[in-house]
């Protein structure tokens, strides 16, 4: 699994003008699944992404995790995280799973990130959706659950 994470302010998710997806303080991660990924693989990212040092502390130094720091998650499916544009044009994206593989291990990744304490707005899984976010920092890190 792959995860492009950015830290934000405040963000939203819609699908079809309608807002379904809001969050103020906290994370916005762009989920992608790979043929091989497991639920080892989203519980790897779970706890990395709950455990993760990339809020400011009072001194102003990056040292608090977003569960510390009282943030939310806007987690969004992203199946173009696998895209590979090496040859000619086009991507490809045969490295991406089919939706029916992806779509648990992405609801299982949230359901996990629950379970860790976290309040997780999500997208809708396989629809166009405008995301919206203020970028705090910015902060964007590229997390890989088999790097």
């Keep these: 699994m792959r995860v492009v994470l950015q830290r934000s302010k405040e963000a939203t998710v819609t699908v079809n003008g309608e807002v379904v997806g809001r969050i103020s303080s906290g994370l916005v991660l762009l989920v992608g699944v790979t043929h091989e990924d497991t639920e080892q693989d989203a519980k790897y990212l779970a706890d990395k992404l709950a455990g993760l040092r990339i809020f400011e502390d009072e001194e102003g130094k990056m040292n608090r995790s977003v569960l510390e720091a009282g943030g939310s998650v806007l987690s969004i499916s992203q199946f173009t995280l696998y895209g590979d544009s090496r040859k000619g044009r086009r991507p490809n ?46 902060v964007t890190l590229i997390l890989d659950s088999r790097a």
């Design 93 to 138: 994206f045969m490295a991406a799973a089919r939706p029916e593989q992806a779509e648990p291990l992405y609801e299982k990744l949230n359901e996990l990130l629950r379970g860790c304490g976290l309040q997780v707005e999500t997208g809708v899984f396989g629809a166009m959706m405008d995301v919206r976010l203020t970028n705090d920092g910015p």
